[in-house]
């Protein structure tokens, strides 16, 4: 994939968090600043212009929460992107930033392979102004033994207007894609017959689907877990139980650049 060179504003009143994602994303030729308050974030923001801020909700002046929504308020910066970390993966204060205009969010403690994949992904989505790139009507295989997950997770997506083929396990839906394809795939990481990582390993090696965007679905998000399913070829992964709001981020995250490997 072809990285796209940022100015980038860390948040964070943790150091060694700042240090490791400072040095991270240099890696990639980003410009990083870091500042460790609310206070400062702002400072730094009516001082010079971010293509994307990461910002820490726990800070020891002013809450994340407030700083997003000050940002988004002030018609200089409303225009900035912000992805939010949290340390306790929080459902409603993560559902209580993405309504006050934040892109995405990261749980700490980090994958670094995720960080920079998610970073990837909201500066290529904010440059992609086309409508083709709108992921309604997308087609989307659900792998997943548990009925009652399918069912309920199925019914949610075509409210979202997702069309939904489902496979009850990983052997049937390899099938499934070697006739079929799919904009994206939702592959559940615990099955009986074959684990979804060995399956995702599979589906990379079928030349119809070596780009199609794959989200792991999980009960465990240690981060050993998430590397694996990361350096076998996951775009992203969601956790169980699913919040909606936060699913359909995800998809539509992943649908925007699915041609996430490709210089298209």
């Not at 939010?84 to 929080?90: H, P, R, V, Y």
């Not at 204060?93 to 309504?99: A, E, G, K, Q």
């Not at 399913?229 to 909606?244: H, S, V, W």
């Amino acid at each position: 994939m072809t990285l796209q060179i940022a100015s980038i504003l860390i948040v964070d009143d943790d150091e060694l968090n700042c240090e490791l994602l400072k040095r991270r994303l240099e890696v990639d030729d980003h410009h990083i600043t870091t500042v460790t308050t609310g206070t400062e974030a702002l400072e730094t923001l009516h001082k010079k212009k971010f293509d994307l801020v990461l910002l820490d909700i726990t800070l020891p002046d002013i809450n994340g929460v407030e700083v997003l929504k000050t940002i988004k308020k002030d018609p200089e910066l409303d225009s900035t992107q912000v992805m939010m970390f949290t340390a306790n993966g929080d459902r409603e204060m993560v559902l209580r930033c993405i309504d006050a205009g934040a892109i995405d969010y990261l749980t700490k403690p980090f994958s670094l392979l995720l960080v920079k994949l998610r970073v990837w992904r909201s500066l290529k989505n904010a440059s992609i102004q086309t409508k083709e790139n709108d992921p309604v009507d997308s087609k989307v295989l659900l792998i997943d033994d548990q009925e009652l997950n399918r069912d309920v997770l199925a019914h949610r997506l075509t409210k979202c207007g997702y069309h939904i083929s489902k496979a009850t396990n990983g052997y049937e839906a390899l099938d499934i894609l070697q006739k079929e394809k799919f904009d994206l795939i939702l592959l559940d990481i615990m099955m009986p017959d074959i684990s979804g990582i060995e399956v995702l390993k599979k589906i990379r090696q079928i030349n119809e689907h070596k780009i199609t965007p794959v989200i792991m679905i999980t009960a465990m998000d240690d981060i050993e877990t998430v590397n694996e399913c990361m350096e076998a070829g996951a775009d992203d992964y969601t956790t169980k139980p699913y919040n909606t709001a936060l699913l359909k981020l995800r998809i539509s995250s992943c649908l925007q650049s699915r041609n996430i490997y490709t210089d298209k």
